[in-house]
């Protein structure tokens, strides 16, 4: 069964940079397009960024041009690359696909952007 864990959040100043990991333990990923999504306390999980099959990458609006979402399909892992941290972009961080399945919700990785 397929298993993601997310890895690299933590705290930063605003203006700051991340680089978050997702590591998976089959490389099935490789026939799937990978996201990034996020989710605030009481808030709904929502999309970030995905990345295709075939070399794609979408963003939301909210992060376009600072966030870059890579993979390596030889290491099963999928990144995001988070430029020009924002308070607003504090969050739990989680990859998925897309859409996403229920049973590849991992536990996240927080990422606390303050001053």
């Known amino acids: 069964q397929l298993q993601l864990v997310e890895s690299g959040g933590g705290s930063v100043q605003p203006g700051g940079s991340l680089t978050l990991s997702c590591s998976a333990s089959?490389?099935?990923?490789?026939?799937?397009?990978m996201a990034w999504y996020r989710q605030v306390p009481g808030g709904q999980r929502e999309w970030v960024a995905s990345?295709?099959?075939?070399?794609?990458?979408k963003y939301a609006e909210f992060v376009q041009g600072r966030f870059t979402v890579s993979r390596d399909n030889n290491l099963k892992k999928v990144y995001l690359q988070m430029n020009e941290l924002k308070p607003e972009d504090s969050a739990i961080y989680y990859c998925?696909?897309?859409?996403?399945?229920?049973?590849?919700w991992g536990q996240g990785t927080q990422v606390t952007v303050s001053s």
């Open positions: 089959k490389d099935i990923i490789k026939y799937m397009e």
């Open positions: 998925n696909q897309r859409p996403p399945l229920r049973q590849l």
């Open positions: 990345s295709g099959t075939a070399g794609s990458k």
